[in-house]
């Protein structure tokens, strides 16, 4: 018996979404689902500029609406100049998944998974990178939220939280 599969239903109709650390991975299947169900889509990336490029053909080419950024969510007025654009080019922001994350590596022989040899500037890069990031983009929308009187904020964190398996 072949499975098939329905298209997503049209949920998200003409809701405007910006999904952070969207170049790659989960924030990519997100940002594509979401314009899959309708909404128009900002994928934002900090490094990955091709992978980013290549989440949004694949968003057009599906039949939605969709274009990426560039933005350091640990840099405030990063985010403001997204959020700018995303209200130039859409007139609103209804919804905000804050998946980004700082990059890490599990490499067991790394200075960083050793209580013995870990620096805080690698705990500090990754506070900065979600508390830090989190706050600042949630700093950035609210403003165009509260004028629209509704809005939606997601954050994504990490499993790690539970089960930190690496210092």
Not at 39 to 56: F, I
Not at 96 to 123: C, D, G, M
Not at 124 to 132: A, L, R, T
Request: glycine residues 6%.
């Amino acid at each position: 018996m072949t499975q098939s599969h329905s298209p997503i239903p049209a949920l998200l109709p003409e809701k405007v979404a910006i999904v952070t650390g969207a170049s790659r991975g989960l924030g990519a299947q997100i940002a594509k689902q979401m314009a899959a169900a309708g909404a128009l889509v900002c994928v934002n990336y900090l490094n990955g500029k091709e992978a980013a490029d290549q989440v949004v053909a694949d968003i057009i080419a599906a039949g939605g609406k969709a274009f990426s950024y560039q933005a350091d969510v640990t840099e405030l007025e990063q985010v403001q100049a997204l959020v700018a654009e995303v209200v130039t080019r859409y007139g609103r922001i209804d919804i905000l998944v804050n998946n980004a994350l700082p990059s890490y590596q599990f490499n067991p022989s790394a200075e960083y998974t050793s209580i013995e040899t870990v620096k805080w500037r690698h705990f500090s890069q990754q506070i900065d990178g979600i508390v830090k990031g989190a706050v600042n983009t949630v700093q950035a929308v609210l403003p165009q939220m509260k004028a629209q009187k509704i809005g939606k904020i997601i954050n994504i964190s990490t499993n790690l939280v539970y089960n930190p398996v690496v210092t």
